[in-house]
């Protein structure tokens, strides 16, 4: 089974930044997609070859989504973040890999526990 771990979150003033971060262990991920959510929103996917990455409008010009060079940890980083961005961030893990980085809570299999982001005025 595969197990995630994010971290990252925190309390910060509009205008900072942060970086989330989440670790997939315990499991054969080869092939699969990995995405961030805030509540039911995707946020941002990325696939594990690296190659293909999805970011909602709504944040795209402020957050980016990567991964390392082992392919099991993916980072969000949030700039310019707003009070609106307060939100559970989860990470979640789907064992395919498609052409369409899927954009719905139930295409993925594994979930984190969250990390909490609060942006205050």
């Known amino acids: 089974q595969v197990q995630l771990v994010e971290s990252g979150g925190g309390l910060v003033q509009a205008g900072d930044s942060l970086r989330l971060s989440c670790v997939a262990s315990?499991?054969?991920?080869?092939?699969?997609?990995m995405a961030w959510f805030r509540q039911t929103e995707f946020v941002a996917g990325i696939t594990s070859n690296g190659?293909?990455?999805y970011t909602a409008d709504a944040v795209k010009d402020r957050f980016t989504i990567s991964g390392d060079s082992t392919r099991s940890i993916v980072h969000l980083q949030m700039n310019s973040l707003k009070p609106e961005d307060t939100a559970v961030y989860y990470c979640?893990?789907?064992?395919?890999?498609?052409?369409?980085?899927?954009?719905?809570?139930?295409?993925?299999?594994?979930w984190g526990q969250g990390t909490q982001v609060t942006v205050s005025s």
């Open positions: 979640a893990l789907r064992r395919r890999l498609e052409v369409t980085i899927p954009t719905e809570m139930i295409e993925y299999e594994y």
């Open positions: 315990g499991g054969s991920v080869n092939t699969y997609t």
């Open positions: 190659g293909r990455t």
